[in-house]
């Protein structure tokens, strides 16, 4: 029930979900179930026995305080659907609704993993060569050098169990490459990430070169994070404006879908919240069924590996080395 267009956009994504994904994926839509079942009206020619409807009488607005969702309105679908996920009838959640309501529900009910100071949510940023997960992306605004290692870990399983990477590379955002640049957040986040062997670490990472895809996890404080999030989201639509607009001057006929798919959001789905007891996904109000369902893969791919659990193996295994505080 949260994006711009609920339910239709849901109820849409989760229907060519379970058209396109794979044969275990089951999926449960939570919200008013009048208008669930208006929605799916729409469609046919999809496996109607791994679609399930769960009702929840209340819906988060975008004018609800984050911080009292949870007593404000217990019966919304955001509420619901994450006690359904902490209780285990569900392996993960995804909503396209207020994104810190989502958090701080996220955070209450699922709890944060032993040894995560700050959970985080990563987004994955598409490049000319291998998608980088950028963590953090506007969660944690004033951070210390540890959190930003504890992102790097984070950042690093998430890119190993959901985009592949064997050994990530894990890069600093900065203004230079040199060690030592930076205010002293960078530079002492610079130092403990460069000790750390747990990682493999390659050093600063300029905002000339994201797009390159030099490192498979970028590392920032949230301020700076979601700056380069929001300026990395206009870029794609800037650029086709200026190409179309070349192009209809001079007559030429050129299809530029191929060519953007590789800068555009949707590809990937939503932004998950790493470092809580569970795989919370978070979507754009403006979210396309297409991203939806991108969301979807996302998420039962983390159910699939098992990535909470492989994120709580490594920093218990971390904090019992002394190498996390």
Known sequence: ????????????????????????VEIVLVGDRSSIEGALEEHSGYPSERLHVHHASERVLPEDRA??????????????????????????????GS?????????????????????????????ATSPTVLIDSGTNVDCKPEQLRQFAHLGAVYAKDILGAENPRVGLLNIGEEPGKGDELASEAYELLAADEHLNFVGNIEGRVVIEGRCD?????GFVGNVLLKFYESVALFVAGLVQKELVATGTELDLE????????????????LGVNGVSIICHGG?????IM?????????????????MREEFSARVQEGALE
Request: hydrophobic share 50%; proline share 6%; net charge negative.
């Open 294 to 310: 991108n969301a979807i893969r996302v998420a039962a791919q983390a159910a699939r590996e098992d990535m909470v659990a492989d």
């Open 258 to 273: 191929h060519a953007l798919r590789t800068l555009d959001y949707s590809e990937y789905g939503g932004a998950p919240l």
């Open 217 to 221: 996890v970028l590392v920032a404080d």
């Open 287 to 291: 979210s396309s069924p297409k991203a």
């Open 67 to 96: 911080a009292k969702v949870l007593r404000a309105k217990p019966d919304s679908s955001m509420v619901v659907g994450l006690k359904l996920h902490g209780a285990g009838e569900v392996d993960a959640f995804i909503s396209a």
């Open 1 to 24: 029930m949260g994006t711009d267009d609920a339910p239709a956009t849901e109820v849409a994504g989760a229907v060519r979900a379970l058209v396109e994904l794979r044969e275990d």
């Open 99 to 127: 994104t810190g309501a989502v958090m701080a529900s996220s955070l209450f009910l699922l709890r944060p993993l032993p040894g995560v100071e700050r959970p985080s949510v990563a987004t994955v940023l598409p490049t």
